[in-house]
């Protein structure tokens, strides 16, 4: 069984109308493909051929930017309205919920995904659909004040979001010394980073541990975690928080061949 890569035979840059997008240019094309004809999960103990759980498709894509950065993908609001084989077969497929957005905020990759196996003979496809993600390009610093580093300490980021420390301890892998979880009884605005200062105004080293989401009923209850480089006496936060946040829809149109 051979991993066969795209080439691209045609790609529609897509033109985004909505605001202050209206000039910015989104490029989507394929980047990758996998075919599974038998996962053969039987015969091995449950792991299926290149560790898929179903035969099918799956097809990545990049979609690229030279405009405002890619904050957040919104799976939910994707639609995907053609997808078939260059024999004519029409497949069944999904736009996957688990896009990455790259490290540069330019790139977002996602993939289509198809538990259907193409025409015998078949050597491309044709995909059409929308993609729906969050965009910004400027921010705005947002101070909490110096509160005791303790659990049941609230912090407060304007009027943007109250969170309360709701557990304190020993991160369990890598060289930090200290994790933080804070809990906002809300939706976490969209950032481009955190800082973490103790009570002399001290920055301390710290990186992302996590977050988690819980809703019901119209409430919802987010928190995210920060593993620190010191456990300090007090502390105080900063937050980059977009300030241009908008959701826009990304057409897309694209057509692939296999081979290189």
């Not at 039987?42 to 035969?55: I, V």
């Not at 405002?68 to 996957?96: H, R, W, Y």
Request: proline fraction near 3%; aromatic fraction near 10%.
């Amino acid at each position: 069984m051979k991993n066969l890569g795209f080439a691209v035979v045609g790609a529609l840059g897509c033109w985004l109308g909505q605001s202050a997008m209206a000039a910015e240019e989104f490029e989507v094309k394929p980047v990758g493909f996998q075919i599974v004809w038998d996962t053969m999960r039987e015969e091995f103990d449950g792991f299926g051929t290149m560790n898929a759980l179903d035969n099918g498709v799956t097809l990545s894509f990049a979609a690229t930017t030279i405009g405002k950065q890619i904050v957040k993908f919104d799976s939910d609001g994707c639609k995907l309205t053609k997808f078939v084989d260059n024999a004519g077969k029409p497949m069944k497929g999904e736009i996957g919920h688990f896009a990455k957005v790259g490290v540069s905020g330019k790139a977002l990759r996602f993939e289509i995904e198809s538990k259907e196996l193409p025409t015998k003979g078949a050597t491309g496809f044709e995909v059409e659909g929308s993609l729906v993600v969050d965009v910004a390009s400027e921010s705005e610093v947002v101070k909490t004040e110096t509160v005791d580093y303790a659990k049941g300490s609230t912090v407060v980021f304007g009027k943007l979001l109250k969170a309360e420390v709701t557990e304190i301890g020993k991160p369990d892998y890598g060289d930090m010394k200290s994790e933080i979880t804070l809990e906002a009884k809300m939706a976490w605005p969209s950032y481009s980073a955190v800082r973490f200062y103790d009570g002399e105004g001290n920055e301390i080293e710290s990186e992302s541990g996590g977050s988690s989401r819980f809703s019901m009923l119209g409430s919802v209850t987010e928190t995210r975690s920060f593993r620190l480089a010191s456990k300090p006496k007090s502390f105080r936060v900063e937050m980059d928080a977009w300030s241009d946040l908008e959701s826009i829809t990304v057409p897309f149109s694209v057509q692939a061949g296999l081979g290189h």
